[in-house]
């Protein structure tokens, strides 16, 4: 058996024993390396770990480190509170604004499932309050999670452009970035229409509020100086072109120097499993690039006639995957898998990309996925949970099974 086989049939191991049982990926994933690349490959140690990406590790602690801080002091909860109180009683825009404050979350670097275990209680409250119903509510979270992910300096973001600068793809940061957001601004919409919440635009609240109202609500000096950060990080990144983790720990330092006993446990918050997972599937993705899995996998997509039907198959690999895996653990994997469709199926790598990126997260309504099982936990007393669940269900299998396709359609299909 070849190389590109055996690291093929490692990954499907990692994924089925990383989805069946309670154990980080990451950790499988350097345990696979390690095998892979030592008895199959016939590397030495030091260049199996030399497939890590310390900038993205570092990327990946600077961004939670930041928000990790802006969540203790409070600054997350004045977001929230803004935007609640800016629809002024219309009831029928407070699911757009869970939406949009998820959204922003993940879009400041957030982990997806943190933002939506934040948002969720809060959101579904409001459901049961108003009488929204809660499955529009609940998936609302989710895809604003997901529409806000992939910006450039967010943890989808970071990893996805990583992995296409070092597979030497062109950078295609605003093209992946708007694709997810599009794209979940339309299911959010088709929600809204199918679930009610036309119903919902003659409603009007009679009080709204937050239970972690502080007093007058009225922004403190570290919440103040929070929203500078996120705005000096984003402009620092994206105009002078700073390496985003470098500047995301450097803003995180300076707020923990001014307010030191606030957040003296904030590195204790950072995304540790997040990080070892990253760090973990990173490295197998170096070993499957090593074994020639992804151009093997590749010739034989493109091999089934156009590549135009190998880019289908494959957003719907990552689709399937990544409805009962992680997200974060399969995006390095199957965008190298992709470059010999891009190479030689004269395919667009950024629209490609952002098709693999959109298909591999939308599904992340599942109940089988982190976001979709604390929408789950987080139901409102007003829904039975066999009920509320089998609506997520439904609801999941029906993206699992349009979605890959729709995104294909809209992103690949029209550059053919």
């Known amino acids: 058996m070849g190389p590109e086989w055996v690291a093929i049939l490692a990954l499907v191991a990692l994924f089925v024993v990383g989805t069946v049982l309670p154990i980080n990926m990451g950790a ?50 004045l977001i929230v509170r ?23 979350l993940t879009a400041i670097g957030a982990a997806s499932p943190a933002a939506c275990a934040i948002i969720g209680p809060i959101a579904l409250g409001f459901a049961a309050r108003y009488k929204i119903n809660p499955l529009m509510m609940g998936m609302f979270v989710v895809h ?25 793809l062109p950078n295609s940061e605003v093209t992946v970035f708007l694709s997810s957001l599009a794209v979940n601004l339309v299911m959010a ?59 995301a720990i450097t803003a995180a330092v300076i707020l923990a120097i001014v307010s030191p006993i606030k957040n003296k446990d904030a590195a204790k918050q950072v995304a540790w499993p997040t990080v070892l997972l ?40 990552g689709g399937v995957v990544s409805a009962f895996a992680s997200s974060t653990a399969l995006l390095p994997v199957i965008i190298p898998i992709a470059l010999p469709l891009i190479a030689h199926g004269h395919l667009n790598a950024g629209l490609f990309v952002a098709a693999l990126a959109v298909a591999s997260t939308i599904v992340d309504v599942s109940p089988f996925s982190t976001n979709g099982a604390l929408m789950l936990a987080n139901r409102p007393d007003t829904i039975a949970e066999p009920v509320y669940y089998k609506q997520i269900l439904t609801y999941s299998v029906i993206v699992v099974v349009v979605g890959p396709l729709l995104v294909w359609a809209a992103l690949v299909a029209p550059g053919w």
């Open 278 to 317: 990253v760090a973990g599937v990173s490295t197998y993705a170096a070993i499957l690039t090593e074994a020639g899995s992804p151009q093997f996998v590749g010739k034989w997509a493109a091999g089934l006639g156009a590549a135009v039907i190998g880019a289908l198959i494959l957003c719907y690999v």
């Open 28 to 77: 499988l994933a350097y345990v696979a390396a390690w095998l892979v690349g030592m008895y199959s490959l016939h590397l030495t140690e030091k260049e199996i770990l030399a497939g890590i990406s310390g900038d993205l590790v570092l990327t990946l602690i600077g961004v939670t480190f930041l928000f990790a801080i802006a969540k203790n002091n409070g600054t997350v909860d």
């Open 144 to 168: 604003g999670a997901q529409g806000g992910g992939f910006s450039p300096i967010s943890i989808y973001g970071t990893i996805t452009n990583s992995v296409m600068a070092d597979n030497g």
């Open 189 to 247: 919409t088709i929600l809204f229409v199918v679930l009610g919440g036309r119903k919902l635009i003659a409603q009007r609240a009679d009080q709204i509020e937050l239970p972690t109202e502080t007093a007058a609500g009225k922004p403190g000096r570290d919440q103040i100086l929070t929203l500078i950060a996120f705005l000096g990080v984003a402009v620092v990144a994206l105009v002078f072109d700073k390496n985003i983790g470098f500047v």
């Open 82 to 104: 803004g935007a609640v109180r800016g629809v002024g009683g219309r009831v029928a825009l407070i699911p757009w604004v869970m939406f949009a404050v998820t959204a922003v």
